[in-house]
């Protein structure tokens, strides 16, 4: 009976996070921008996506953060699925960490972008998902495509063009030493009832 409770107890604390240095998300969605009428119907650039989200300790105090604060930042991501008139070569540029809100660029090699916006990521619960949206934007139109089927101004433009719809969940990594622990106490378990039937 003793082998089968430490099995449950170390099972229990597998399950349970970990504090760590980083909390770290993996980000997945879909956002969609559309543009003017010039493709046969409404001109429609589809992005579905895929990143990582860190919570990393803050390392000061500006912009009225307090002391144990966390501050959010993201890593760079080619696994990006483009569709639409653009070019579809879309990447999505890492950047964060002063805990201010962002507007997350993804770039093409004609120099369009396409943000999505994260919300005040500085706290003190890195254990929370971060939030995103609610919605994207046109930002940047360079490309001839660009010009010609999202640009309101017929031309080159970088700014706020258009808003377009975001679909986005944040699910939280599993940190190696919490996937250490699950693993020893399901051993523990199958330990157990092994030595049971014997």
């Known amino acids: 009976m003793r082998p089968i409770l430490i099995a449950l107890a170390l099972a229990l604390l597998g399950a349970a996070p970990v504090d760590a240095d980083s ?3 993996d980000v997945r969605g879909t956002l969609s921008i559309t543009g003017n009428d010039t493709c046969g119907g409404p001109c429609v650039q589809t992005l579905q996506f895929a990143f990582l989200f860190e919570w990393v300790p803050a390392p000061d105090l500006q912009y009225g953060r307090h002391p144990g604060d966390y501050i959010g930042r993201w890593l760079p991501s080619t696994n990006v699925v483009s569709t639409g008139p ?3 070569s879309f990447t ?3 950047g964060g ?3 201010l809100p962002y507007w997350m660029g993804f770039y093409n090699a004609g120099g369009d972008e396409i943000d999505l916006l ?3 990521w500085a706290n ?3 254990w929370t998902a971060p939030s995103f949206g609610p919605y994207s934007e046109m930002y940047g139109c360079f490309s001839q495509a660009c010009i010609e089927h999202f640009s309101p101004f017929g031309e080159a433009f970088f ?3 258009s808003q377009g719809t975001l679909q986005i969940t944040a699910t939280r990594v599993a940190e190696p030493v919490s996937l250490l622990l699950v693993g020893l106490g399901l051993a523990g378990l199958a330990g157990a009832r092994r030595a049971r039937w014997i």
């Open 97 to 99: 960490g002063s805990g």
């Open 23 to 25: 909390y770290t998300y």
């Open 86 to 88: 653009l070019d579809n």
């Open 124 to 126: 003190s619960t890195p």
């Open 92 to 94: 999505l540029h890492g």
């Open 118 to 120: 994260g919300g005040w």
């Open 159 to 161: 700014g706020p063009m």
